[in-house]
C-alpha cells in the first residue's frame, strides 16, 4: 500500500495545477509542474493544497462512496433494485466479489489523500521562507493537520469501531500516518491512535485562531495576502470552525459525552457570534418554481464542504439514472420514508422539506432524493456540494447526548431548533410522535431524525452504527431495514493489508 500510495500522491500533487479546486486554481495554475517547481513559490503551495481537496472529492472518497453511496445504501432506507452491487452493499456482503473491491479502493483512497497531506506538510515545513506571511503559514498547516485528522477518522470508524466503550482503549485500529517516507507505518492502539489524532487536531485549532472565517482578519491583511482571493469562500475548505466540529465528533467517539455537547454548543456559540451561517429558509424553498434555484444541500448551513466537480456526472449515474431492466437508482423505500420517517398520520413531519414535502420527490413506486441535484443549468453558488459538517449536527450531537443521559429539555430544546428551520409547523418533537413518546424511545427517535437531517452525507450512517444497540425501544421503525441497521459491521481491512500483517480489532 504505501509505495502505491507515494507513487500516486506525487502524481497528483504534480497533476493538481491541472484540475479545478474552485474558481480561482482554475484561473491561476494551467501547466503541469514538478515537483521542485512546484514547492518553490507560495502560488504552489496553494495548488497543492488544492490538489488535496481534489483527492478527498474523487468517487472512492467523498465524491460518492464514504458520503451519498456506498456508506448510505450500507445503512440507509433505501430499496432494492436491480443491481448486484447495491443488493450486496445493502445485505453487508463485505468480503463478496461485488463490494469487497469497492472497499479496497476506499481504503487506498483514504490513505492516497493522507500521503498528498503528508507531502504538502512536509515541505511546508521544511520550506518556511516561501510562505512568508506567517498567518497565512499557519492557516495552511492548520487546514493540512484538520483534514489528516478528519480522514483519518473516518477511516478509523469505517474499518473499525463506531464509538468507544471502556475496554476499547487498547484494541488495534488503522494505522494513523503522520510521514511522508517509505518506512510503513505501525497499527496502534485507539489510545494511542486518538493521542495523535488530537494532537493534530489542537494544534490546527490553535493555527486557525485567525481564520477568516471568524470574522476577525484585519482588512489590511485581506487587501495583502488575500489579494488573489485564496483564502474567500472558507465553507469550502477546512477552517476553524469545521476544525472545532470535528472535535465534538471525536469526543462523542470516546463516548466523553458532556464534553461533546459542551463542544457542540461552542461551536454553536462562536459560529452564530461570527455570522458563519445561516439557516435555509424553507418556506422560500417550497415556493420555488424551479429545481434550479433551491439550495438542495443547504449550503448557507455548511461550515465546511466540498467542492466535487465531477459530482453530476456520478450523480447520474447513481441517482438520477432512468429506472428499467438492469438499471438501477438509489432511491428511499417509499413504504419506509412514509411510515417510518414521515408518516403524516401519527408525526408532526407532513411539512418537512427533508421528506415528500420537498426534497423527496416520487419516483415509480419510490423516491428519489435531490440532495444532489446537479443540473448544468443549476445555480452555480449551489452546484457540486458534498456537505461534509454542517450546523444542524452539533444540534444532533447535543441532543444525542441529551437523549442518552435523559435530560428531556435539553433534547427536545436541539431538536427543535434543527425542526423548526426544516418547515415544520410544531417543531417539537413530543408533539404527536410516538418515537418520544418515552424514554425509552428518545435514541431511537434521535436517530430518525439523523437519517432525516443528513440523507447522503454519512452523518447518519456513523449514528446507524453506534446507536441501534443502544436504543431500549421502537416505534412505528420498518422491522427489516432496522434488522439492516442492527447488522451494520464494520468494512474489512483489504486483502492486500491483512497479508502484510494488519489486523482488526473489533
Given at each position: 500500500?504505501?509505495?502505491?500510495?507515494?507513487?500516486?500522491?506525487?502524481?497528483?500533487?504534480?497533476?493538481?495545477?491541472?484540475?479545478?479546486?474552485?474558481?480561482?486554481?482554475?484561473?491561476t495554475s494551467s501547466t503541469q509542474v514538478s515537483d521542485a517547481t512546484l514547492f518553490s513559490s507560495r502560488s504552489g503551495f496553494q495548488d497543492a493544497l488544492c490538489g488535496v481537496y481534489i483527492s478527498m472529492g474523487e468517487e472512492a472518497?467523498?465524491?460518492?462512496?464514504?458520503?451519498?453511496?456506498?456508506?448510505?445504501?450500507?445503512?440507509?432506507?433505501?430499496?432494492?433494485?436491480?443491481?448486484?452491487?447495491?443488493?450486496?452493499?445493502?445485505?453487508?456482503?463485505?468480503?463478496?466479489?461485488?463490494?469487497?473491491?469497492?472497499?479496497?479502493?476506499?481504503?487506498?483512497?483514504?490513505?492516497?489523500?493522507?500521503?498528498?497531506?503528508?507531502?504538502?506538510?512536509?515541505?511546508?515545513?521544511?520550506?518556511?521562507?516561501?510562505?512568508?506571511?506567517?498567518?497565512?503559514?499557519?492557516?495552511?498547516?492548520?487546514?493540512?493537520?484538520?483534514?489528516?485528522?478528519?480522514?483519518?477518522?473516518?477511516?478509523?470508524?469505517?474499518?473499525?469501531?463506531?464509538?468507544?466503550?471502556?475496554?476499547?482503549?487498547?484494541?488495534?485500529?488503522?494505522?494513523?500516518?503522520?510521514?511522508?517516507?517509505?518506512?510503513?507505518?505501525?497499527?496502534?492502539?485507539?489510545?494511542?491512535?486518538?493521542?495523535?489524532?488530537?494532537?493534530?487536531?489542537?494544534?490546527?485549532?490553535?493555527?486557525?485562531?485567525?481564520?477568516?472565517?471568524?470574522?476577525?482578519?484585519?482588512?489590511?491583511?485581506?487587501?495583502?495576502?488575500?489579494?488573489?482571493?485564496?483564502?474567500?469562500?472558507?465553507?469550502?475548505?477546512?477552517?476553524?470552525?469545521?476544525?472545532?466540529?470535528?472535535?465534538?465528533?471525536?469526543?462523542?467517539?470516546?463516548?466523553?459525552?458532556?464534553?461533546?455537547?459542551?463542544?457542540?454548543?461552542?461551536?454553536?456559540?462562536?459560529?452564530?457570534?461570527?455570522?458563519?451561517?445561516?439557516?435555509?429558509?424553507?418556506?422560500?424553498?417550497?415556493?420555488?418554481?424551479?429545481?434550479?434555484?433551491?439550495?438542495?444541500?443547504?449550503?448557507?448551513?455548511?461550515?465546511?464542504?466540498?467542492?466535487?466537480?465531477?459530482?453530476?456526472?456520478?450523480?447520474?449515474?447513481?441517482?438520477?439514472?432512468?429506472?428499467?431492466?438492469?438499471?438501477?437508482?438509489?432511491?428511499?423505500?417509499?413504504?419506509?420514508?412514509?411510515?417510518?420517517?414521515?408518516?403524516?398520520?401519527?408525526?408532526?413531519?407532513?411539512?418537512?422539506?427533508?421528506?415528500?414535502?420537498?426534497?423527496?420527490?416520487?419516483?415509480?413506486?419510490?423516491?428519489?432524493?435531490?440532495?444532489?441535484?446537479?443540473?448544468?443549468?443549476?445555480?452555480?453558488?449551489?452546484?457540486?456540494?458534498?456537505?461534509?459538517?454542517?450546523?444542524?449536527?452539533?444540534?444532533?450531537?447535543?441532543?444525542?447526548?441529551?437523549?442518552?443521559?435523559?435530560?428531556?429539555?435539553?433534547?427536545?430544546?436541539?431538536?427543535?431548533?434543527?425542526?423548526?428551520?426544516?418547515?415544520?409547523?410544531?417543531?417539537?418533537?413530543?408533539?404527536?410522535?410516538?418515537?418520544?413518546?418515552?424514554?425509552?424511545?428518545?435514541?431511537?427517535?434521535?436517530?430518525?431524525?439523523?437519517?432525516?437531517?443528513?440523507?447522503?452525507?454519512?452523518?447518519?450512517?456513523?449514528?446507524?452504527?453506534?446507536?441501534?444497540?443502544?436504543?431500549?425501544?421502537?416505534?412505528?421503525?420498518?422491522?427489516?431495514?432496522?434488522?439492516?441497521?442492527?447488522?451494520?459491521?464494520?468494512?474489512?481491512?483489504?486483502?492486500?493489508?491483512?497479508?502484510?500483517?494488519?489486523?482488526?480489532?473489533?
Amino acid at each position: 500500500m504505501i509505495k502505491t500510495i507515494k507513487k500516486l500522491a506525487f502524481l497528483l500533487i504534480a497533476l493538481a495545477a491541472l484540475l479545478s479546486c474552485n474558481k480561482w486554481l482554475e484561473a491561476t495554475s494551467s501547466t503541469q509542474v514538478s515537483d521542485a517547481t512546484l514547492f518553490s513559490s507560495r502560488s504552489g503551495f496553494q495548488d497543492a493544497l488544492c490538489g488535496v481537496y481534489i483527492s478527498m472529492g474523487e468517487e472512492a472518497e467523498y465524491g460518492a462512496m464514504w458520503t451519498w453511496f456506498v456508506n448510505e445504501l450500507a445503512y440507509g432506507p433505501y430499496a432494492q433494485q436491480f443491481s448486484n452491487l447495491f443488493t450486496a452493499i445493502q445485505n453487508h456482503e463485505w468480503e463478496g466479489t461485488y463490494v469487497n473491491p469497492l472497499i479496497a479502493r476506499m481504503w487506498q483512497a483514504g490513505y492516497y489523500s493522507i500521503a498528498n497531506i503528508n507531502k504538502v506538510l512536509f515541505e511546508l515545513d521544511a520550506k518556511p521562507d516561501v510562505v512568508t506571511d506567517k498567518t497565512e503559514w499557519n492557516l495552511m498547516k492548520g487546514e493540512l493537520l484538520a483534514l489528516r485528522a478528519y480522514i483519518h477518522f473516518d477511516l478509523m470508524r469505517m474499518f473499525g469501531l463506531a464509538q468507544l466503550k471502556e475496554g476499547d482503549y487498547d484494541k488495534y485500529t488503522v494505522p494513523y500516518v503522520t510521514t511522508y517516507d517509505k518506512e510503513p507505518t505501525p497499527q496502534r492502539t485507539y489510545r494511542e491512535t486518538l493521542e495523535l489524532l488530537e494532537g493534530d487536531l489542537n494544534e490546527a485549532i490553535e493555527l486557525l485562531a485567525d481564520d477568516p472565517v471568524r470574522g476577525n482578519a484585519s482588512d489590511a491583511w485581506m487587501a495583502n495576502a488575500n489579494a488573489d482571493g485564496f483564502w474567500d469562500a472558507r465553507d469550502k475548505r477546512m477552517n476553524y470552525f469545521a476544525a472545532k466540529a470535528l472535535k465534538a465528533r471525536v469526543l462523542l467517539f470516546r463516548n466523553d459525552l458532556d464534553a461533546a455537547a459542551a463542544a457542540a454548543q461552542a461551536v454553536i456559540d462562536e459560529a452564530t457570534a461570527a455570522q458563519a451561517y445561516k439557516w435555509v429558509d424553507a418556506e422560500a424553498m417550497t415556493k420555488a418554481t424551479s429545481n434550479d434555484e433551491i439550495d438542495w444541500t443547504f449550503s448557507s448551513e455548511q461550515l465546511f464542504c466540498l467542492e466535487v466537480t465531477g459530482l453530476q456526472s456520478l450523480t447520474d449515474l447513481y441517482i438520477f439514472n432512468v429506472l428499467g431492466s438492469g438499471s438501477s437508482s438509489i432511491l428511499v423505500d417509499k413504504n419506509v420514508a412514509d411510515l417510518s420517517l414521515y408518516n403524516t398520520a401519527t408525526i408532526a413531519a407532513a411539512e418537512d422539506i427533508r421528506g415528500p414535502a420537498l426534497m423527496l420527490k416520487f419516483f415509480g413506486n419510490q423516491y428519489r432524493s435531490y440532495k444532489y441535484y446537479n443540473n448544468s443549468s443549476y445555480y452555480t453558488g449551489y452546484r457540486n456540494r458534498v456537505p461534509m459538517i454542517k450546523i444542524s449536527e452539533m444540534y444532533m450531537i447535543i441532543a444525542e447526548v441529551a437523549a442518552e443521559k435523559g435530560v428531556q429539555e435539553t433534547l427536545f430544546q436541539a431538536l427543535s431548533e434543527v425542526r423548526s428551520h426544516r418547515g415544520i409547523q410544531d417543531p417539537s418533537p413530543v408533539n404527536a410522535d410516538p418515537d418520544f413518546a418515552s424514554r425509552n424511545a428518545w435514541l431511537s427517535g434521535v436517530l430518525m431524525e439523523y437519517v432525516r437531517e443528513f440523507y447522503g452525507e454519512s452523518i447518519a450512517y456513523y449514528a446507524a452504527r453506534r446507536i441501534p444497540g443502544k436504543a431500549q425501544y421502537w416505534i412505528n421503525i420498518d422491522k427489516d431495514w432496522l434488522s439492516r441497521m442492527h447488522s451494520l459491521t464494520p468494512y474489512p481491512y483489504p486483502t492486500d493489508e491483512v497479508s502484510y500483517g494488519r489486523h482488526q480489532d473489533l
